[in-house]
Every structure is written in C-alpha cells, then in structure tokens.
C-alpha cells in the first residue's frame, strides 16, 4: 500500500467520524419534558395530526381559512410546542402547522414552504414563522415570499425569541416579533439591534419575565435566563398577542 492510498484511507476515516459525530449531535433533541406539552392532545378545541414533513394544528371551531407555517429552534423537538401552538391556534382561528426540520436544523432544511402548506389544504393564506434560529429562517422564507419568488406567497411574518439576520425593512410584510424579557440567547438587545431589519411598523411584544425556552416545552436551556412566569400565563400571552396581530 503506497503512503497516498494510506493518507487518502486516513483522510475518509477522518471525515466518516465527522459525519458521524455531526449526525448524533443533529439527532440529539431537546425533548418536550414538561407535562403541559403533552396536555395539548388532549385539548378539545384543536384536532392535531403528525405528517412526515409536519405536525398540523387545526381548531375545531372558529378556523378563519388563514394558517401558521412555524418553524422549531435548533435541536428542538417540534413536540415541544404542541402547548404554546395549540393556544395559539385555539386563540387566532389559524391553523398550525409545525415543521419537522432536516436533521433537527431549520437551515439544512430547504424545502419549499408549498411542501408545509399542502398538509392543510383547507387554508387560503399562510403566515411563517418560527422560534429562535427557526424564526431566522422564517425570514429568509419570507423574503422570497414577499418577492414572488417561493411558489407560495406569505401575508406575513411571526418572531418568537428571534429576529431576522436579513433585510425585510422595505418587504411591506406585517410582522408582528414576541420577545421575551428574560431571554439570554435572543436577548433584547439582539432583537433591538436587529429590530431597523424589520418594517418600521412592525408590532413588538415583549413578555415580561419570560425566557427562551418559555416559547416551547422543552425544559432547561443552556445560556438562557431564568423564567420567573407560570408557563399557561406565558401561553396565553402569546395566543393573545397573534390572534391580535392576525385579527
């Protein structure tokens, strides 16, 4: 064997371990692991259904025909916002529709926005939105929705934690950016410093007390701050200020 076939074996051992590792840390989730995550199945006033490519919301009463297409933070089980996203379709009459992410990651996953708004065929038009680096994402998917670019136009933008990383300041879109006060990784004066990004009349709502991981179910988050709120009184929050904004 010649010293470049045992350099070239070396190499691919190498990067075969990289893939690997990569792949079990995309594929370690923070799971839903507080009970009120769970309760949302068991909510009478939405019907949820689990597709491959999503998990769909919808209310059983009071659908107004228009939709949430909401995408989960990095290495967040989409599970883990059956609670918050059910009292917000409930709230809203929107319907619901949380994407499963490729490898757990809203950036390696480029799908277009029509394979998400086909699992509710029943809705006319669609929001996009989206928790953390889910909601930067969201941006980006709004951008080109604004721009008649992504097969599927977008009546507007919905930021939970999380703020755009690109310009939409002259996109005419409605958005509407949750933020929490006590978030320590979308802090807000990240969410602040990003806000000229945003069209100028563009709504804020900040929850007071609450942090990062209060927008999901999932537990503690590392680098986040201390929630000192009750966890129905942040989802009802939340529910609120969208089905104001989509009202």
């Keep these: 064997m010649t010293r470049f076939v045992r350099i070239l074996i070396a190499v691919a051992a190498v990067i075969a371990l990289l893939v690997i590792v990569f792949l079990a840390y995309a594929h370690t989730v923070m799971q839903g692991e507080r009970p009120e995550a769970l309760e949302a199945w068991r909510d009478d006033a939405v019907e949820i259904t689990s597709a491959e490519a999503g998990i769909v919301i919808e209310p059983v009463e009071g659908a107004t025909g228009e939709g949430l297409v909401f995408i989960p933070g990095a290495k967040v089980d989409p599970y883990a916002y059956l609670y918050k996203l059910s009292g917000v379709a409930e709230a809203s009459g929107l319907t ?115 942090n990062h991981a209060d927008f999901g179910d999932y537990g503690v988050q590392p680098g986040d701050g201390v929630s000192t709120r009750d966890d129905a009184e942040v989802r009802q929050e939340i529910a609120e200020a969208v089905a104001r904004f989509v009202g």
Excluded: M
């Design 96 to 210: 619901v529709v949380i994407t499963k992410p490729t490898l757990n990651l809203a950036f390696f996953d480029q799908r277009p926005l029509s394979t998400f708004t086909a699992l509710a065929p029943g809705v006319d038009d669609w929001y996009v939105g989206g928790h953390s680096l889910g909601g930067v994402r969201a941006c980006q998917i709004a951008a080109d929705g604004a721009g008649g670019t992504s097969g599927e136009p977008v009546a507007g933008l919905v930021l939970f934690g999380s703020y755009c990383a690109n310009d939409l300041s002259g996109s005419g879109l409605a958005v509407l950016s949750i933020s929490g006060e006590h978030d320590g990784l979308s802090t807000p004066e990240k969410i602040a410093e990003a806000a000229h990004l945003l069209p100028s009349d563009a709504e804020s709502v900040v929850l007071e007390g609450a």
